[in-house]
């Protein structure tokens, strides 16, 4: 946390894409201060809290960082904002993204790509800067995507907590390059209304955070039922309560095999043997487990995900919001003109997956096929909890934040959504998984690795969790 403190904001990181009016700003700084005067304080009076910019807000740009949404304002405001208001929380802005919360690395995003703050942390060697001045102008390290703008505002401080989403990763791994927590709690425990889909069935409203016990707290500001989302549990599992006096003697945790990959680095390796290690000396028990289904996960995530993309993305034609290009002829031409225009590569790209993957001909053997493998994958999580392991242990990410210039390159970029593989497992089974920055790479930026445990087990997640820390 010093270097978080003494983090030098030199340049405009580029986490921020709007600001909030003053005048709502100051309406929700009256409200905090009046309830703290009465003395009846609510959980998080006064905070400060970003939303990624996929957070719909009444009258306020909302634009998934696309071209296609730079005018949209929605006239509805998404239940995770209004639960943040409602206990008292300060919403300073929204936060970059890449578009459509589609990568890893928030560099695809019409306002340009995030930069990480560690860039200009002081390292632990006391060096003055990890980067030398040239090099800071024409390259840096990026923030993880996602929603990396909500992580880097967490990490330069501009707010105490920020909301990303977290389809496949998108909250935990900015966490991990920025040295944050990043929680993905089990699906259906945070409503989804007003946050714009990606892929429904795995989409979770995602929590950054400096500490554990922010993440808590957040958490229970806004998790429970909503009647706008049919897909919320009914039943009440909040307060989620960190047990400071956890017995970790008692705890069963599990190393998956298959999480083994190529391309893991040394040092993150290292950290996850030390951990397993650390656990271990405080008498847990930790075994290594097999999920083999895990091997699939990249491959089941991305048909399935841009399956359901290219049913999602069927609304963006031009017609009732969002950018209108082309001539008004014909509807098919100004269909394709606004697309065309309104939407990035990436976007493009799997819109156009996804209505392969669904042609007739292919429904069995991409989609259906897929839906089968989510099912393997999400039984494996179910047997490993069932033979008593109580969580999971893996990276976050192969590596720390990795260079600009070495993420944009084709290649490495396919090789850094390998990474996935660690994060996209939980959304397929809908289960709980925090990112915890636990160590700094050589060259001073954080590393961090990922616990998992069984449908709503966050108390029991976060408890572990904080006795890492
Ligand atoms: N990197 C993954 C993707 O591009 C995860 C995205 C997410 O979680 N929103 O789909």
């Not at 956890?246 to 993150?268: A, N």
């Not at 290690?277 to 028990?285: F, H, N, S």
């Not at 269909?335 to 993957?357: K, M, Q």
């Not at 700094?440 to 904080?466: D, I, K, T, W």
Request: net charge neutral; proline share 4%; glycine share 8%.
């Amino acid at each position: 946390d010093m270097c978080h403190r003494r983090l030098k904001e030199t340049t405009n990181l580029n986490y921020m894409v709007h600001n909030i009016p003053s005048q709502l700003l100051h309406k929700h700084a009256r409200i905090a201060e009046q309830s703290y005067v009465k003395g009846s304080s609510k959980a998080l009076d006064g905070i400060p809290v970003a939303f990624k910019d996929n957070f719909c807000m009444r009258n306020i740009p909302t634009t998934c960082a696309s071209r296609m949404l730079l005018n949209y304002k929605p006239p509805y405001t998404a239940t995770m904002v209004e639960k943040v208001a409602q206990a008292g929380g300060i919403i300073v802005g929204k936060t970059n993204m890449d578009e459509f919360a589609m990568g890893s690395g928030s560099v695809d995003s019409c306002y340009g790509p995030v930069v990480n703050p560690w860039n200009f942390a002081l390292n632990l060697q006391g060096q003055e800067s990890i980067l030398d001045e040239e090099s800071s102008l024409s390259d840096w390290f990026i923030s993880g995507g996602s929603s990396g703008g909500s992580a880097a505002a967490v990490a330069a401080g501009a707010c105490l907590a920020a909301f990303g989403s977290d389809t496949g990763g998108s909250t935990r791994n900015p966490a991990s390059y920025c040295g944050l927590v990043g929680l993905k709690a089990t699906y259906g425990l945070l409503s989804r209304h007003g946050m714009i889909p990606l892929v429904n069935s795995m989409d979770v409203p995602g929590i950054v955070t400096k500490t554990v016990e922010d993440s808590a707290i957040l958490l229970n500001a806004v998790a429970g039922h909503d009647v706008r989302d049919s897909t919320t549990v009914q039943e009440k599992y909040a307060p989620f309560e960190i047990d400071d006096t956890f017995d970790v003697s008692k705890v069963y945790v599990g190393i998956p095999r298959e999480f083994h990959t190529p391309g893991l680095s040394p040092e993150v390796l290292k950290l996850w043997k030390a951990t397993a290690d650390a656990l271990e000396q405080a008498g847990a028990k930790v075994a290594e487990v097999s999920m083999p289904h895990a091997k699939h996960c990249l491959n089941c995530y991305h048909v399935l995900c841009c399956c359901e993309v290219a049913s999602n993305f069927s609304r963006y034609t031009g017609i009732e919001f969002g950018l209108r290009c082309g001539s008004e002829e014909s509807t098919e031409d100004l269909y394709a003109e606004s697309r065309h225009h309104g939407f990035n590569d990436v976007v493009r790209g799997r819109i156009l997956a996804g209505n392969f993957f669904l042609l007739r001909r292919n429904f069995d053997r991409f989609f259906l096929k897929a839906q089968r493998i989510r099912r393997l994958i999400s039984n494996d999580f179910k047997a490993v909890f069932s033979s008593g392991i109580h969580f999971l242990l893996t990276p976050t990410t192969l590596t720390d934040a990795p260079s600009f210039s070495w993420f944009s390159q084709k290649d490495n970029r396919t090789r850094s959504a390998e990474q996935d593989i660690f994060t996209t497992a939980a959304n397929m089974a809908g289960t709980p998984a925090v990112s915890l920055p636990l160590s700094n790479s050589q060259r001073g930026l954080p590393l961090s690795l990922q616990l998992m445990g069984p449908h709503f087990s966050e108390s029991r997640l976060l408890s572990l969790a904080y006795w890492l820390e």
